[in-house]
């Protein structure tokens, strides 16, 4: 099976992460995937085959030669941003031109520049009102292609593979099964560009944002009412502008108001804080809270209360301590005469959480682009690729 046939099978299971579970992945759909997962890998003959609660595989294989083992990771998991059902997915000849997409969508390389990089290839398309879901379909992809290609070969080092869920709600790490783990270090081959070697993400925090108002009829309002919505409003003008995601890019930080809900009485808001160094966002948690308490002393209450939690660090500060893992990539690139570029991701991967959990990850493209949503198309030559760089990573 290739690598596009066995894409286009796994595009075909809905898997979109929704709100997250204390006992299981968050939407039961996901262990369709994941049963055909398991079917794919049981015939493979692995040493250890195990299935969590929450629908994540861990499976080991035997290997060969002196190379110590090594995990890939992916996710079965689409973000909840679009529909992730009844995927219909298109092959493209690219050679430049705009691809009309349905719901009067169109994918032009004016609006989406990375689509130069394309022309001459093949790419697969949405049509337009769902996702696509090669974040990361197209990683488990390229990991079982692969896969199989080494052990057919009986060219295999030990291997690892690790199947996850809820990656996109922020809870795969925390759900991976660390007593399991044989490995001493990763990849998560859940990228864009396969021409990207991620080895630095976002250190982030979610932010809570609970205002209680006093709620009082307008029309004796004066002097008495605390308006919970205009509340929100002042806090969120009062934090920098500028530092959004809709005017950051590169190592810029930002505030990122995702979900906000309220009345006159009470209001809600969920935030993320991002940003590439730890000073820098503590002193932007600091500013929040500085912002929320000089709004609590005017009012004389406690009317608006922030609860600021940490997600995930910057991996560079772990990866950076092995240089050996970077050496493996490197000398791949090289032997399949690729050319490579290391990157800081503007987000997170599963690899971020892990690597401070004692298993370093750099992360690997796959060819995907403008994830997330209608736009989303995979480059399938770029997927073939990354075939062949995770293949040399996993032979002896």
């Known amino acids: 099976m290739t690598v596009l046939e066995r894409f286009l099978k796994y595009v075909s299971f809905e898997t979109t992460a929704l709100k997250e579970r204390d006992d299981s992945c968050s939407n039961p759909l996901m262990l369709n995937l994941v049963d055909e997962l398991v079917k794919e890998l049981l015939p493979l003959e692995p040493e250890e085959i195990?299935?969590?609660?929450?629908?994540?595989?861990?499976?080991?294989?035997?290997?060969?030669?002196?190379?110590?083992?090594v995990a890939f990771l992916a996710h079965v998991d689409t973000s909840n941003q679009a529909s992730g059902k009844d995927v219909k997915p298109s092959i493209i000849d690219y050679e430049g031109q705009d691809i009309k997409l349905s719901e009067g969508r169109i994918l032009s390389i004016k609006e989406f520049p990375s689509l130069k990089n394309a022309i001459g290839h093949k790419i697969i398309v949405t049509d337009g009102t769902t996702l696509l879901g090669g974040d990361d379909k197209a990683g488990i992809a390229i990991i079982m292609?692969?896969?199989?290609?080494?052990?057919?070969?009986?060219?295999?080092?030990?291997?690892?593979?690790?199947?996850?869920?809820?990656?996109?709600?922020?809870?795969?790490?925390?759900?991976?099964?660390?007593?399991?783990?044989?490995?001493?270090?990763?990849?998560?081959?859940?990228?864009?560009?396969?021409?990207?070697?991620?080895?630095?993400?976002?250190?982030?925090?979610?932010?809570?944002?609970?205002?209680?108002?006093?709620?009082?009829?307008?029309?004796?309002?004066?002097?008495?009412?605390?308006?919970?919505?205009?509340?929100?409003?002042?806090?969120?003008?009062?934090?920098?502008?500028?530092?959004?995601?809709?005017?950051?890019?590169?190592?810029?930080?930002?505030?990122?108001?995702?979900?906000?809900?309220?009345?006159?009485?009470?209001?809600?808001a969920s935030y993320i804080i991002r940003s590439f160094d730890e000073d820098e966002i503590e002193k932007m948690i600091e500013l929040a809270k500085f912002t929320a308490m000089r709004i609590n002393e005017r009012e004389g209450y406690e009317c608006i209360h922030l609860d600021i939690k940490n997600q995930y660090h910057n991996m560079k500060r772990v990866i950076d301590k092995y240089p050996e893992i970077m050496q493996e990539v490197e000398k791949a690139?090289?032997?399949?005469?690729?050319?490579?570029?290391?990157?800081?991701?503007?987000?997170?991967?599963?690899?971020?959480?892990?690597?401070?959990?004692?298993?370093?990850?750099?992360?690997?493209?796959?060819?995907?682009?403008?994830?997330?949503?209608?736009?989303e198309y995979v480059d399938l030559n770029e997927m073939e690729k990354m075939v062949e760089i995770v293949t040399k990573l996993m032979e002896k």
Do not use: W
């Not at 299935?51 to 083992?69: A, H, L, M, T, V």
């Not at 996850?164 to 998560?188: K, N």
């Not at 959480?353 to 060819?367: A, D, E, M, V």
């Open 50 to 69: 195990s299935i969590n609660k929450f629908g994540i595989i861990d499976c080991k294989f035997k290997g060969y030669g002196e190379k110590n083992s």
């Open 145 to 268: 292609t692969s896969l199989n290609k080494v052990l057919k070969e009986k060219n295999n080092r030990p291997l690892e593979i690790i199947f996850t869920t809820d990656e996109e709600i922020g809870a795969d790490a925390e759900h991976v099964s660390l007593r399991l783990l044989s490995s001493p270090y990763g990849y998560t081959i859940d990228g864009g560009d396969y021409r990207f070697i991620s080895i630095e993400s976002f250190t982030a925090y979610s932010m809570e944002v609970s205002i209680q108002g006093r709620s009082i009829h307008p029309g004796s309002a004066k002097g008495k009412m605390v308006n919970a919505v205009s509340i929100f409003t002042e806090f969120h003008d009062s934090l920098p502008k500028f530092l959004r995601p809709e005017y950051t890019e590169q190592r810029q930080p930002f505030y990122h108001v995702c979900e906000v809900k309220g009345c006159e009485d009470t209001a809600h």
């Open 333 to 375: 690139y090289k032997e399949s005469g690729l050319d490579y570029e290391y990157e800081m991701i503007r987000g997170g991967t599963t690899g971020s959480q892990l690597s401070f959990k004692g298993l370093p990850c750099p992360n690997l493209g796959t060819g995907d682009y403008n994830c997330h949503g209608q736009y």
